[in-house]
């Protein structure tokens, strides 16, 4: 008779509880009997996580805005540290957002329980002070990027590349002219997507520059249609307010993002996941990031990389333009979309460069790969 095992999986943002849910799946379709609790979202929930907490209390973007919520921090740490006394899991397994994440390695390698690293703290950004850390309290990673896997083990690390997860996720359902029917659209008319992110803090930031960008095309006499990829996280009235304050609409689009991304001309796209989706995607976009001017300071002294897009950090080059803090205004995001939209030879190689990107990521059945992690960790041969 199998013994159920027990794994505390932790996903502190949207993107995180999408492949955490991928995961819990794929375990079970390896025939591993795991009792999962842990911090994810709706879908983790969907798949039989235990919620100790919900990633919309974690979604903590930026180095003042943690600041501020240290005390929920501490206090969400040491629910996690009583779970690991009493519950004793088999396995920790760590999805990303590292900094509250490599906390709990510390905490779960003092108690003698192994960890996995799923989609590593992105050291090549930050140099090398991390990695000892890493090191010390992490047993074995599977990282996603092709560039991580030499890194890591060059300081010693095992670390294995399992493919990018996306490459699973991202399917396109129905036609462009079905897209466009369903959603009232015209064929012929340059559509624009508009990708604002999954925080509120990013909406705040960035969805208000997106529209007055394009109120200033229509005022020019660009003849754009535009659509909202709505992130699921963002109750619709924020968007709805937003639209209204600033007096520019654009058909806001639930349930259908990668839609979205492969039938637009140009997609506005908030720095994060969405950008490497569009990516996969081949979708022409710019790449907008805007935090606090502190938490934007603190970044531009410990970040060691030129770029903040992920598609441009793949590449090693800058393929698709990046508009950073007071760069993400109405009258630059205009004028640099006129100009993609208006040269077809700039389309055609920033389209060449994502598909290269896309050619980096690797193979599909990331989530399969880090389930055979799993069971070589838990001691379960297939």
Known sequence: MKKTKHILILAGEASGDLHGAHLVAAIRRRGIEANCFGIGGDRMALEGVKLLRHTNEMAIMGFLEIARHLPFIRTVLREIETALDTRRPDLVVLIDYPGFNLRVAKKAKTRGIPVLYYIAPQVWAWGASRMEKIVERVTRMAVILPFEEPLFQRFGMDAQFVGHPLLDRVE??????????????????????????????????????????????????????????????????????????????????????????????????????????????????????????????????????????????????????????????????????VEILSDAEERRAMQEGLAEVRAKLGEKGASDRVAEIVGEMLGIAD
Do not use: C
């Not at 005022?219 to 249609?225: K, S, T």
């Not at 709505?230 to 619709?236: G, L």
């Not at 502190?294 to 508009?323: D, F, H």
């Open 172 to 337: 396109v359902r129905g036609t462009k002219t079905e897209f466009f029917r369903e959603h009232g659209l015209e064929e012929g008319r340059p559509l624009i997507g508009l990708l604002p992110g999954s925080r509120r803090q990013e909406i705040a930031r960035l969805f208000p520059a997106m529209l007055e960008a394009l109120g200033k095309m229509r005022a020019q006499g660009m003849d754009v249609q535009a659509v909202v990829g709505a992130a699921r996280e963002i109750p619709p009235e924020m968007l709805e307010e937003v639209m209204r304050k600033v007096g520019v609409k654009a058909k806001r689009i639930e349930d259908a993002t990668y839609e979205v991304m492969a039938h637009s001309d140009l997609l506005w796209a908030t720095s994060g996941t969405a950008t490497l989706e569009a990516a996969i995607l081949g979708t022409p976009m710019l790449i907008l990031y805007r935090a606090s001017f502190l938490s934007y300071l603190i970044g531009r002294m410990v970040v060691k990389i030129p770029y903040i897009g992920l598609p441009n950090i793949v590449a090693g080059r800058k393929i698709v333009p990046e508009l950073i803090q007071r760069e993400v205004r109405a009258e630059r995001i205009a004028a640099q979309a």
